[in-house]
């Protein structure tokens, strides 16, 4: 089976680099292959200058990896299990103790590291992984859907001890996940992998971006102003869409927004589709403005023109939107397909 | 070969063999069985062994007619019950020790091997720096040597039991002899080794830790050969015959371990987790 194919990443020292995509798309064996307990079936593979498959255990020695489950030995109490691995990694003898007890005094678990991990929560056992994960100070950390199956308030523990220990220009993080919210917030760039392939690559803000360095504003009216501010706009700014609270809609020319339009635009529309029908917030007329600076100026031309505003809101396009446009439109594209299959068939 | 990553991986599986009871129960119930009560209902059999009916039932004159010349040598002159508590203790007993090592390996090799891979803790191993001979090495060596203490302890408390409990009708010391010192290392770590080659091969091709047990403690099968060869008088555990068992047992389990060595890398293990 093809796990990862043709992919081709280089990842900067120091930054936070993010590996998205869903179960199965790859990520944990480009996690094998970079560490060199699996071989590639072709090409080649340099991790801070050395070979995985020439050098995995020297390479290994300067990387920290956390497993998607924490894969700690429950029969083991939490200081057992960091103790262990400290002399695996070689710390010095005469500094695992001093080691371990830091560890778990820096991950809140000083309280009950002598007591069996089976014991722990969740929570608990992930800590105790990522605490297990830099014993050795690794220059390189490896991240495999480090929240995944945790609470909010574990995984923004989680995050947060992530945040803190990549905090070092000569730290690198490369973090698999399928939490597009974790990626955007922890990542200085990210590729997205779909069937081992890497699909996009970039940081969140070129990812997000709409293009053209714009950006779509929603200005709240009063609903009885909706259509005399959608026709004085529209005269003056680019304006996409309005709605007024009945609603009632109305979308500038060039299918950009129609929910019904045309099947590229689908997941766009589906994902911006959310909070901004029914909202209570009275009218909104949608402009599109070149930067988030130019909002004030906004602001002032509809004041100018007698159209008081209640709210302005900058619609800001995320990594969930992205990733979900991509997946989407590899649906379609699939559906495209199976019909052309389908096609000389049925015939 | 042995650094301190690879004692702490020793360490480790012999912390986690002796909290869990699935392990440590096998390791404990056969030795009590086999060297414990065993050799209490032997003696007090024992006992009986000078009635004719009972000599007749048990077939022990054609037994005693089968010993090898230096085994008939040493219980010449013994009394009917002590030539049967003689027999039974020493020579019917030795090929049953053999199960002891046997099962020790078997269980914690296939806790060590398959059990680490079923429990999801195999992975962080193998992203550690630990090469896979230091890797294979720590595993081979935490399955042997409980192996081997337990057999040698086991030896020591046989050695005690065995001379209190016939004392009523041996009235001296006579346990051990030459046979039963080659036996226990000798011979026993051979079965060790034997059925630890048998579990590590089976491991690395199934998931869980039963069916590694289960498939591993088909290695016990030769050792039953011994026992019903012994019983049916067709084999005799003296000095010679054991240290020969010893040697194609060392023999068969060291490419045992070999083959699973081959066939140990974690590229491989990797592939199927």
Known sequence: MLAVDDLSLDIRQGEVFGLLGHNGAGKTTTIRILNGILDPSAGSVRVMDLDPRRDGAELRRRTGVLTET????????????????????????????????????????????????????????????????????????????????????????????????????????????????????LCDRVGVLERGRLRLLGTPEELTDHGDGGMEVDLLFDPDDVARAWAALKERVTVVSSSDDFGRSRDEGGGKMQAGGDDGNKARSRS???????????????????????????????????????????????????????????????????????????? | MLNRATWAIIRKDLIVVLRTKAVALPMLLVPVLLLLVLP??????????????????????????????TTAQSIKGMSGEQQFAYLALVYLMAPLFLLIPSVVAVVVAADSFAGEKERKTLEALLYTPLTDRHLFVAKVLSACMPAFVVGIGSFLVYSVVVNLAAWPIMERVFFPNYMWIVLVFWLAPSVAVLSLGGTVLVSAHVGTYQAAYQLGSLVVLPILFLIIGQVQGLLFFDTPVVFLIGLIFWILGVTLVLLGARSFRRTRIATKM
């Not at chain 1, 505003?309 to 989407?328: A, E």
């Open chain 1, 70 to 185: 924490p894969a700690l030995d429950d029969r083991l109490t939490g200081r057992e299990n960091l103790e262990i691995f400290a002399h695996l990694y070689r710390v010095p003898a005469n500094g695992v103790d001093a080691t371990v007890s830091d560890l778990l005094d820096k991950f809140q678990l000083s309280h009950r590291a002598d007591q069996r991990v089976h014991t722990y929560s969740k929570g608990m056992k992930q800590r105790l992984a990522l605490a297990r994960t830099i014993l050795n100070d690794p220059e390189l950390l490896y991240l495999d859907e480090p929240t995944s199956g945790l609470d909010p308030v574990a995984s923004h523990e989680v995050r947060e001890m992530i945040r803190e220990w990549g905090d070092q220009p000569h730290r690198t993080v490369f973090l698999c996940t399928h939490n597009l919210v974790e990626a955007q917030d």
């Open chain 2, 40 to 69: 209490v209902i032997l003696s007090i059999a024992a006992g009986y062994a000078s009635d004719p009916s009972v000599r007749a039932e048990l077939d022990i004159d054609r037994l005693l007619a089968s010993l090898p010349g």
């Open chain 1, 272 to 347: 911006r589709g959310r909070n901004r029908n029914g909202n209570g917030n009275g009218g909104r007329v949608t402009v599109r403005v070149d930067a988030r600076a130019d909002i004030p100026a906004l602001v002032d031309l509809a004041a100018s023109l007698g159209l008081p505003v209640f709210g302005v809101v900058p619609q800001v396009r995320t990594l969930r939107d992205v990733y979900l446009s991509l997946y989407i439109d590899e649906e379609l594209e699939e559906d495209v397909r199976d019909d052309n299959d389908e096609g000389p068939d049925a015939e």
